[in-house]
């Protein structure tokens, strides 16, 4: 039913509007922490829905026919970010049995043990025995933890005070409020070099994305070189090829990456960089900002009519 209206409005050649979904985790079970995060089962059924409606193709590619002037109708790219280590894990099995390739880009200082700033509060958070957290140590505030609810909330409070801190400040207050909170944290939650590898030799594609996840636009312009720089050449190492594909963090423009980092990226010479901006892209749009969007959704209706609202959003 949806794949002729997805056709009318993405069309082939100059009418073409590439759909690009962004991706994070994809859990073996549902989270209750987290109820709208995906997971294997619902993973499985979104990759059905895109196999049935879109002609799903690896994101160079895309890019390479939107340069060409020849991207197919109804085309679509799958991307994650960040590097978690459920995306070997579970993404990919899942990903191989639809017969899909997707696009990881990889925060490289996380490999091989490391543990993102965010999932240091979440586990924190998750693992605090009590109802109570103090967070006065670090800073943060005083937060009750009665029932899943008040730890959500909790969560997203430390988050929206941490995320734009320095890099330093970020691992320094995240860490001392788990000390503080005397919880072990968990050392598996990111992918291993190995696990990097493994999907690049199912056939996935691997980008940049950072070595410690900064707010780009709130780097000196040598300090964005050096983050964006240093991720590349350790994956181009590691995978033996070279990477032409990138994701800011966080992805916003003008909040999360400038138009000085975009110029940071063209001089390190990627072919393409996403974003986080919601829409499409189209023959003649900057290739260094190519728009990302997930429906939320759980039926499969609802997840087609926004991913329609999503093609006229733009």
């Known amino acids: 039913m949806l794949r002729p209206v997805f056709g009318a409005l993405s069309g082939a050649g100059p009418s073409a509007r590439l759909s690009v979904l962004i991706f994070h985790r994809v859990l073996q079970i549902a989270d209750p922490l987290f ?3 995906i997971d294997a089962e619902r993973f499985d059924r979104i990759c059905t829905w895109l196999k049935a409606w879109f002609n799903v193709l690896p994101l160079d590619a895309a890019v390479a026919s939107l340069k060409a002037g020849t991207l197919p109708a109804r085309s679509a790219c799958i991307t994650f970010d960040d590097g978690y280590a459920d995306n070997c894990q579970i993404a990919l099995p899942i990903l191989q049995r ?16 490391g543990r993102m700033w965010n999932d240091t509060l979440i586990e ?3 693992a605090r025995v009590g109802s109570t957290l103090d967070a006065s140590c670090a800073g943060l505030g005083h937060y009750r933890l009665d029932a899943i609810p008040q730890s959500r909330q909790a969560i997203d409070a430390l988050i929206a005070k941490v ?20 919880v072990g944290l968990p050392n598996d939650l990111m992918m291993s070099s190995t696990e990097v590898k493994t999907l690049h030799q199912a056939g996935m594609q691997i980008g940049a994305h950072t070595v410690s996840h900064p707010i780009l636009a709130r780097l000196r312009d040598d300090e964005a070189m050096q983050e964006i720089q240093t991720s590349k050449v350790f994956l181009q190492d590691l995978l033996g090829e070279r990477i032409g594909l990138f994701a800011y963090p966080n992805g916003k423009p003008g909040e999360d990456y400038s138009a000085q980092t975009v110029n940071v990226v063209r001089q390190l010479d990627f072919d393409a960089a996403v974003s986080t901006t919601w829409g499409t892209t189209s023959p003649g ?19 087609g009519l926004r991913l329609l609202a999503n093609l006229r959003s733009n």
């Open 124 to 126: 924190t958070v998750r």
């Open 35 to 37: 109820p709208d995060e």
């Open 163 to 182: 995320k734009y801190l320095g890099i330093a400040e970020r691992i320094l207050v995240t860490q001392e409020l788990a000390d503080t909170a005397k």
């Open 285 to 303: 749009d900057d290739l260094l900002q190519i728009r990302r969007f997930t429906p939320w959704d759980r039926s499969k209706l609802r997840f």
């Open 98 to 113: 639809h017969g899909l390739c997707a696009t990881f880009f990889i925060a490289t200082g996380f490999l091989n043990g």
